[in-house]
């Protein structure tokens, strides 16, 4: 992997986190390209020592894993054209982070002639505590599986489903840290009713959201069983828990999952 021609169609927040954990991973800066849509946002990437342009087409020439990073409605064009003017390197593979784009449709765009894997990522990749989920097109193989998560390890962790589960996939975990960072904000914001200084409400809420999760990974123990060690009998934590419940905290937070599912299906536009 370390010496593999990569190119990032789009170099946003993610495509930038992606090329940065493939070179502090030590992979060969010479092989890695991308593109972004504007000369200003290519210059900004060169200044951190990585080639970029504009120019999609020249970026990918000889690339044996493209990175799909571009909005969904531009995925068709995008592929498309990299199909069939450009000069990847026979049978490269192609990564789409693009949410609600099936693998089909960039199968088609790429008129069948690569390999397409499905990768959805979220915010916290960029500081190497993410979580991506893969998904395979119809012509992957378990070999270009292992090169996907040769990229997308170092930056957290990584679980490859069927593609049916990818629109719910992004509703949570893409969607997801959108949502604690919400939760984080109104636990904070109770701490600061009561007196505490702004900045330490925020960074006691985010350490408690941090060590909650990390207990659910590293123990294994269900969220119910952790929350009953910490509710005891008339105490304080059954009672917030009750206000909790007053607001409908489970169904707003389960709805806010199914409506954002729904709407990462209608992304791309099929």
């Given amino acids: 992997?370390?010496?593999?021609?990569?190119?990032?169609?789009?170099?946003?927040?993610?495509?930038?986190?992606?090329?940065?954990?493939?070179?502090?991973?030590?992979?060969?800066?010479?092989s890695l390209r991308a593109t972004t849509r504007t000369a200003e946002s290519a210059a900004t990437l060169r200044e951190?020592?990585?080639?970029a342009s504009t120019d999609n087409l020249s970026a990918t020439e000889g690339a044996e894993i493209v990175i799909f990073s571009v909005k969904p409605m531009s995925i068709?064009?995008?592929?498309?054209?990299?199909?069939?003017?450009?000069?990847?390197?026979?049978?490269a593979?192609?990564?789409?982070?693009?949410?609600?784009?099936?693998?089909?449709?960039?199968?088609?765009?790429?008129e069948s002639s690569n390999p397409v894997i499905r990768a959805m990522p979220n915010l916290p990749c960029a500081i190497g505590r993410g979580m991506t989920v893969l998904s395979r097109g119809s012509t992957a193989t378990s070999d270009h599986v292992t090169m996907a998560r040769a990229m997308f390890e170092p930056m957290g962790r990584v679980a490859e489903l069927e593609e049916?589960?990818?629109?719910?996939?992004?509703?949570?975990?893409?969607?997801?840290?959108?949502?604690?960072?919400?939760?984080?904000?109104?636990?904070?914001?109770?701490?600061?009713?009561r007196g505490l200084p702004r900045n330490v409400a925020?960074?006691?809420?985010?350490?408690?959201?941090y060590g909650a999760g990390s207990m659910v990974l590293?123990?294994?123990?269900?969220?119910?069983a952790l929350k009953d060690e910490v509710t005891t009998p008339a105490?304080?934590?059954?009672?917030?828990?009750?206000?909790?419940?007053?607001?409908?905290?489970?169904?707003?937070?389960?709805?806010?999952?199914?409506?954002?599912?729904i709407r990462a299906g209608e992304l791309g536009g099929d």
């Fill in 1 to 30: 992997m370390k010496s593999k021609r990569i190119t990032v169609v789009g170099a946003g927040v993610m495509g930038t986190a992606i090329l940065e954990s493939l070179i502090a991973r030590g992979h060969a800066p010479d």
């Fill in 48 to 51: 951190r020592g990585i080639d």
């Fill in 76 to 91: 068709r064009q995008v592929a498309s054209a990299i199909a069939t003017e450009g000069r990847l390197a026979s049978g």
């Fill in 93 to 110: 593979l192609i990564v789409s982070i693009a949410a609600g784009v099936r693998s089909s449709v960039i199968e088609e765009a790429m």
């Fill in 164 to 193: 049916k589960h990818m629109d719910t996939v992004t509703g949570l975990s893409a969607s997801g840290p959108a949502f604690f960072y919400v939760i984080i904000e109104a636990l904070a914001d109770g701490a600061v009713a």
């Fill in 202 to 209: 925020i960074e006691m809420a985010a350490q408690i959201a």
């Fill in 218 to 224: 590293e123990t294994g123990r269900h969220p119910a």
């Fill in 235 to 261: 105490g304080c934590t059954i009672a917030g828990i009750l206000a909790l419940e007053d607001g409908r905290i489970r169904s707003v937070m389960s709805r806010a999952v199914e409506v954002a599912s």
